[in-house]
T-cell receptor
Framework: QKEVEQNSGPLSVPEGAIASLNCTYS??????FFWYRQYSGKSPELIMS????GDKEDGRFTAQLNKASQYVSLLIRDSQPSDSATYLC????????FGAGTRLTVKP | NAGVTQTPKFRILKIGQSMTLQCTQD?????MYWYRQDPGMGLKLIYY???????DKGEVPNGYNVSRSTTEDFPLRLELAAPSQTSVYFC???????????????FGAGSRLTVL
């Protein structure tokens, strides 16, 4: 059974702080890794995709991938109240499986 | 420029009834997926398809069936609805599985199903 696990939440950080979200996966054959953000009552939307070991930065977001440790993370710098949402880690080969999500609250 | 269209948006079923959730995409995507999301939880993969005529089970396929007769359509059938199938259902599609922009999922708006 392919598993995708995320660090348990909820996570609360003050405005301007760094939020750190973590995800591990069980299938070593996984090739692509994604972070999605989901606001309450809405569909998930893509934040970051990462395919190679190392860091990938996009604005205030940095994704980190370590295939040897089967670990992918998302850092959100200068967190804003608008970042308050549930963050979903997704891992794929042909199927696309999601973790349970981490609910992030950024307090003003 | 519709993307992924799901119908209906809301539906209430009685226990034992059957229904089909419709999903259509106009992006010529090969890969299509059905997920369910229970309150406060992540997305659970029900079924997926890598092309017309090909379907495969995901994590939670019991109580559901799918078909993929065309590239555009991927309907999800619920037989003998049970209260445990009360959930929000999302359909999604992507162009391919390689490490490229085509790999990204496009989601429908979701279908909220209640079984009483």
């Amino acid at each position: 059974q392919k598993e995708v696990e995320q660090n348990s939440g909820p996570l609360s950080v003050p405005e301007g702080a760094i939020a750190s979200l973590n995800c591990t996966y069980s299938d070593r054959g996984s090739q692509s890794f994604f972070w999605y953000r989901q606001y309450s009552g809405k569909s998930p939307e893509l934040i970051m995709s990462i395919y190679s070991n190392g860091d990938k930065e996009d604005g205030r977001f940095t994704a980190q991938l370590n295939k040897a440790s089967q670990y992918v993370s998302l850092l959100i710098r200068d967190s804003q109240p608008s970042d308050s949402a549930t963050y979903l880690c997704a891992v794929t080969d042909n199927d696309m499986r999601f973790g349970a999500g981490t609910r992030l609250t950024v307090k003003p | 420029n519709a993307g992924v269209t799901q119908t209906p948006k809301f539906r209430i079923l009685k226990i034992g009834q059957s229904m089909t959730l419709q999903c259509t995409q106009d992006m010529n995507h090969n890969y299509m997926y059905w997920y369910r999301q229970d309150p406060g939880m992540g997305l659970k993969l029900i079924y997926y398809s890598v092309g017309a005529g090909i379907t495969d089970k995901g994590e939670v396929p019991n109580g559901y069936n799918v078909s993929r007769s065309t590239t555009e359509d991927f309907p999800l059938r619920l037989e003998l609805a049970a209260p445990s199938q009360t959930s929000v259902y999302f359909c999604a599609s992507r162009g391919g599985a390689s490490s490229s922009g085509a790999n990204v999922l496009t989601f429908g708006a979701g279908s909220r199903l209640t079984v009483l």
